[in-house]
Structures are given as structure tokens and as C-alpha cells.
């Protein structure tokens, strides 16, 4: 028995030093890093959108945001906390990138955000969105949560739309256990999302305590040996009782904490980030040359980055030929603790925990291309912790997969 589990993800290590004393200036340092101008720590990614949302409401009377129809089930949580209704929209065959042309029917003047999203550090395309949201009196929120450290064009995303936000959740590039980064381009913004931050967030010391509590487990247990029983018996437990959606977590809480971020893991994010950089480039050297292995495969498709976009490297995004083909090279691998996995399991019609959230009309079937992606979609994680022998067992399985097709 191997007793090793690889997370799904390729997250940022921690490391006890990062307990050492410092400044707890982890927004400014983001900040710095990617040249956002006066970003907010916030307590989750979830809560940036929350805070986000919060304010466009005050610059608009429309009351409609378009989201993904693939996406993190906690966007839609968000949507409806704010009390705005979801209106969710296609994806682009065979890719995360919203349709446009769904996007243009969907349209209307109750519109008042729409949220494309960098999936996976892989960057969506912003800036078409936006030009065609902008001639509609439209907003933009850029959902950058698994894209920190992604560029356009020598920018970072998150940027090219009117708001934008990182998620620093456990497993996310750099991670706090739960936390966000919110920030926007536009200073007449800003001080809305800083009005927004100041009206609905709080001190909690509860919520402080338990958060610090996670982060010391998360930095104790966040290694091949730890994640085995803190990831991969949970993992296994899940899919024996055939619940796919509690598997790979999908299964959120309604409830989102809205509190400040203690000094605590401030000051521990901000030790973690001084590696994040070198960590970054070693992942995308590693992805470059996996890529290259998985091309020699044909047959299935990988995402990757139009030219001009550098993504950053947490996983690969597998597209096979079929769901029956995906699910043939998935179902012995997702227990193997190689970090294969799938990312969101549905679109968001097809949670039932959600129905209550959209509106009683809403169905997988008006968005074909994200229920076809999410059918037939896997994820192999980019973790330096697999080895070459590691990836070298999981093309093997999906070669045999493909002789036998
Ligand atoms: C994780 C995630 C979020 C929410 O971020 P949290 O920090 O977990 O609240 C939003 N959007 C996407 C695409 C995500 O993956």
C-alpha cells in the first residue's frame, strides 16, 4: 500500500517559517507584485465577489449577472447572497471562454455584470467580452480565482474588466486556507469596493480563530503524506458512496463568512509569497515539458494559452474525444493519489443543492458546450511532487484507454 497522496492542484508549499514574525502587509505586497493599484485582502474569493457585486448594485439599478454556466458553484452562491438574479451563459466549443455570441442574446437592459473566468491559470479571453458588455452598459468582473500570478499581454489578469478578483483558498497558488484579493483599475470603483468592504465586513474573532487553526493544519498537512488522510481517504470515502460532487468539493456551505483577515495569516502569506515567483516558473517549466509529452499522445486536447497570454500552471485541463473515453481513463486514476481529478463535476443547473438559485426555467441543456465540457473534461495536477514515473503510469493509462477505443 502507498501511503502518498499528490494534491489535484499544484498549490504553493507552505512552510513553517512562515510563522516567523514579519509585516503584515500581504495586499500591498500582492499588489506591488502585480501592479494592481490599492487592492482588498478579503477573507475569500467568494467574499471579494460578494463585496464586488455589493457595489456595482450601487452604481446601477440592473439587477442581472451572466456567469458561466461551468464554473464554481460559489459564484452563483454569491449571486444570489447579493440578492441579484443569475442568467448563466454557453461556453466556446470545446473551451472555458464564454460565447459570445450566447453572451450578445443574453444581453438586455436588467444586465448589470457578467463574470468571465480564467479557469485552471489558463486566461480567458476579457477583452471581447468586455468590448461587447461596454456597448451595453454592462460591467465586468474578471473571476481571476485559480489565475494569480496569469498574464496578458504583460499584464496581470484581472485588470482588462472593471472589477477583478484573486481566490488565496487552500490549494489555489498562494494560499491563507481562505482568502482574496479585490482590486479594480477604475478609482471611482475602487471607492465603491471600499465602501462596499467597509459596510459589510467585520471582526470576528471566531471565524479569525478557527481560520488560523485551518492554516496551521493546512501547513502541517499539505505534503504527499499529510494529504493522504487529510485528501485521499475523504476522496475515496466519496466516490465509494458514488457522490462525485462531495468528492472534489463542490458541495459548498450557503453561508459565506464576510470577516477581516487576522495579522496572523497576513503575515504568513506574506513569507509564502517572497517563493511564489520561483514557484510559478518551476511549475510552468515542468507544464512545458509535459505538454510536450501529452502531445505525442493525439486524440484529446489540452488548454493551453492564445498567443500573448502566460498562464500560470496549477493542473492540466484534459479535453477526451468523449465521456465515456474520459470516464474510462479517470475512474482508475482518480484513487491512485497522482492528483487526477475532475474540476467542477456540472454545470450549475445540474447541482440540485443550486435549483433554488437560479431561475425555475434554467437547464443544462441551453448551454451544450459547458455541460459537453464538463462531460468530457479530467485534470492531471502539475504538482512537482509528481514525478516523471508518475506522469509517465498516467499516460500509460490513457494510452490504453485510446488503443482500446
Ligand atoms: C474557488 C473559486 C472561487 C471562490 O473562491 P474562494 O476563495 O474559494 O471563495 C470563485 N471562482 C472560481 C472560478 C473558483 O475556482
Redesign the pocket.
Known sequence: MNYRELPPTAGLPPSWRDLLPGPATLAQALGDWLHLPEPLLTC???AALVIALDALKSQSPRRVVILPAY??P??LLAVAHCQLEARLCDLAPDHFDLDPAHLARLIDDDVLAVIP?H?GGRVADVAGITALAHALGVFVIE?A??ALGAESEGTSVGLAGDIGFF?L?AG?GLSIF?G?LLFSRDAGLRAALRQSHDRLIQRDWQWSGLRLLQMLGYTALYNPRGLYPAYGQPLRQSLEQGDKVAAVGDDFDRDIPLHTVSRWRQVMGRHALARLPAFIAQTRAQAERRLAQLDTLGGLHVMRDANGNTGTWPFFMVLMKTEAERDAVLNPLWTRGLGVSRLFIHTLPDYDYLTDCLPPTASSQDTPHARDFAARMFTITNSPWLSDDDFGEILAVIRKVQAGS
Open positions: 475569500s474569493g467568494t464554473t464554481c460559489l459564484v473566468t479557469l473571476d480565482a485559480q481566490s483558498a489555489k481562505e482574496g
